[in-house]
């Protein structure tokens, strides 16, 4: 493993949140975390000839790319970053498929993410992999910590400070207030999927086996290796304030999230994979957007803007 050596220079200074995780909230991060890795340690044998059918594969497949587009599309490069407009029913539409990824509300994930980027990878950033310091075994604490272990940390991202345009979106509270709905039917729609495709209780089992908790542990993990793997390991071609990197085998499972290092260098750029060979599937459904005149004012990038950033070979 390659150890950048110099840690990262000061940035600004973090301000105390006054908000709190409550311990049911601790909790609930835990079975969250847990039981899909449970499930994804057991996938293999359970799989073997007899758990697994294509009413699964349909269920799980159809409901990770809507749950992660949530993620990619609404939650980051919509509601975070702004880097397109979005009419009102897709907005909504966002909203809803971002929070049955079951990561955090809209409210608290944005608010979480634009925090990171104010402090990334100095102190006060939620989740940065150089917490610990730059040494081997400093790196894989960090790694660990980046990953998921900061999902334990009791403080909250201060919405109305760092999310104070959604704190005043009626739209967006309502999807907040609605949140435990929405894990809960994220949670049992697979297994109700799979018992009416199939007609069986076993359909039913299969489907929240791997509808619910292997496709929610695989989006999670996908979506926290942007947060690690993405800000230790890779190539960096454009010039950034942190150690935000490209990580090319995580560009399909996180629909081009993984093309960290051009987001972190222009945050607001609706597409993150912008050089030849670079596949960003996100990006591409905003183009679709665009096209049908749901989404407007979206920040594409341009040759002139690119060359700026690029590093100089």
Excluded at 212 to 221: D, F, K, N, Q, S
Excluded at 281 to 292: D, H, P, Q
Aim: overall charge positive; hydrophobic content about 45%; glycine content about 10%.
């Amino acid at each position: 493993m390659t150890v950048v050596a110099e840690r990262p220079g000061p940035g600004p200074k973090p301000e105390a949140d006054p908000e709190r995780k409550t311990r049911a909230e601790i909790i609930t991060f835990g079975v969250v975390v847990a039981a899909p890795l449970i499930a994804l340690i057991t996938a293999i044998p359970f799989a073997w000839g007899w758990g697994l059918g294509w009413s699964d594969i349909v269920i799980a497949g159809v409901l990770y790319v809507i749950t992660g587009l949530g993620v990619t599309v609404g939650l980051h490069r919509h509601f975070t970053h702004g880097s397109f407009k979005a009419r009102r029913p897709l907005k909504i539409v966002l909203g809803i498929a971002g929070s049955l990824a079951m990561e955090m509300s809209v409210l608290d994930w944005v608010a979480t993410h634009r925090k990171h980027h104010k402090f990334s990878d100095k102190d006060g950033d939620p989740h940065s992999p150089w917490r610990f310091g730059t040494g081997f075994r400093a790196v894989s604490k960090g790694l660990l910590w980046a990953h998921m272990g900061w999902l334990f940390e009791t403080d909250r991202a201060n919405r109305e400070k760092y999310a104070p345009d959604l704190v005043k979106d009626p739209d967006i509270v309502k999807l907040h207030k609605l949140f435990p709905v929405l894990a809960i039917t994220t949670i049992v729609l697979p297994a109700v999927l799979g018992g009416l495709l199939t007609l069986s209780w076993w359909g039913m089992a299969t489907g929240f086996f791997w509808g619910t908790l292997v496709r929610i542990g695989l989006l999670h993990h996908v979506t926290w290796s942007i947060n690690s793997i993405c800000h230790v390991f890779g190539e960096e071609v454009f010039e950034s304030r942190d150690k935000s990197r490209n990580v090319w085998w995580l560009a399909i499972p996180s629909f081009g999230e993984s093309w960290h290092n051009l987001h972190h260098s222009d945050p607001t750029c609706a597409r993150h994979g912008a050089l030849k060979g670079q596949i960003d599937l996100s990006a591409g459904v905003i183009r679709w957007f665009e096209k049908a005149g749901w989404a407007y004012d979206v920040r594409w990038p341009t040759p002139e803007r690119l060359a700026a950033k690029r590093i100089a070979a």
